[in-house]
């Protein structure tokens, strides 16, 4: 965990007190991490592996928003009222991840001001980049350049 | 600035306003509304020289002339090849050519794609949409000259699977181990278990070293916006990152000023830019 840059600037008391929280998970090719509604008790550092982020739209199926590999974070609704998942996330591939108890993090969070703003000032950046990513997705902008 | 007459030494045919007739030899459909177009010179020993990033002025007879960037091997100069986008009558009389056809040919024109500078670099290519034809150029230089670059990294994306350009040539890609590629595409449809969301997001999962890199990147000016921005986050120098330029050409050799860019030409000036030269342009409106 250390290693990871999520948790680049702590020192290693504050990572031995996030530690407190993990634990090794490993999904299988099509299995869910979790569905849409469901409690947001966790978020997760994918060791290795892939995860699709997708909805279910009726009429249309099964939609893909994002993927999230390797290396990366994922799932922020563990950290906003009222913690219930606001999509479906599904292994694409055999992925092994760290799962971090959201609750108990709240819980430090709570006890532990200093670190519990460290946690957001982290957290916040990763929603950013999702948004970012997301607006940029709806711009649609591959299409037509110039009229020649 | 470099002054015209040493650009026009760059260019390879008899003047730089002579259009060359060249014969069609294949055309492929790449996508939906994209198309390749391979050349050859009536006269047999002709061959085309070009630098990675170059394009020509195609002329078709009778409707009009475009410039296309060449999408070719730089180490095959008896072929010369050419993607586009039908996106306009020009482009729509080029997509009804069949093999045997002529179409004029002028250039090649504008500056290039720094395969030299990068030598020792580790480079990460960076594509959006038909952005990967100006681009494959460069992947052929490199994969020619592999032992003289670091990790390639090649990131593309597109809006659908169906949207891929070249596709049966990045699937070898995909399954180089010196080459490392990935794909994504805005939005999944049919039965796509790849990467989703945009280009943007490859860069930080990427694994080259920020210190040593050189980054070149083509594709709609938006895409390209937020990619520098990632790669600056991900810790290259504006001075490390090359940006590829679109506008409307005329002359291609900079005296029409249709590509007028600010103080600069596309044609002449471009379309390959260092991002410290051009960056003022992503944030002027209608320019």
Known sequence: MSEHPFFKGLNQGQIALLTGCASNVVF???QFVFREGEPADHFYFIREGKV??????PQKGTVTIQTRSGGEVF????LVPPYRWHFDARAVE???ALAMDGKCLRTKCE??????????KRFLLVIAERLEATRLQLMDVYGHGSNS | MAPIAEKL?????AGPMTTEPFVIRRVVKETADTFTLDLESGDSSREFTFRPGQFNMLYVFGVGEVPISISGDPTKPAVLTHTTREVGAVTRGMRRLKPGDTLGVRGPYGTAWPVGEAEGSDVVVVAGGIGLAPLRPVVYHLLAHRQKYGKVVLLYGTRTPEDILFRKELERWRS????????????????WHGNVGVVTTLIARSPFDPQNTLAMVCGPEVM??????ELERRGLDEKRIYLSMERNMKCGIGLCGHCQLGPRFVCKDGPVYRCDGIREVFSRREL
């Not at chain 1, 799932?75 to 563990?78: E, K, L, M, P, Y």
């Not at chain 1, 006890?111 to 957001?120: L, Q």
């Not at chain 2, 180089?176 to 039965?191: C, I, K, M, S, W």
């Open chain 1, 28 to 30: 299988k090719p099509g």
């Open chain 1, 52 to 57: 699709q982020v997708e909805t279910h739209i």
């Open chain 1, 75 to 78: 799932g922020w609704s563990w």
């Open chain 1, 94 to 96: 055999l992925t092994r």
């Open chain 1, 111 to 120: 006890d532990d001001h200093h670190i519990g703003y460290e946690i957001m």
């Open chain 2, 9 to 13: 030494l760059h260019t390879d045919l």
């Open chain 2, 176 to 191: 180089r181990f010196d080459l490392e590629t990935h794909l994504t595409v805005d939005r999944a449809t049919g039965p």
């Open chain 2, 224 to 229: 390209m916006r937020f990619t520098v921005l």
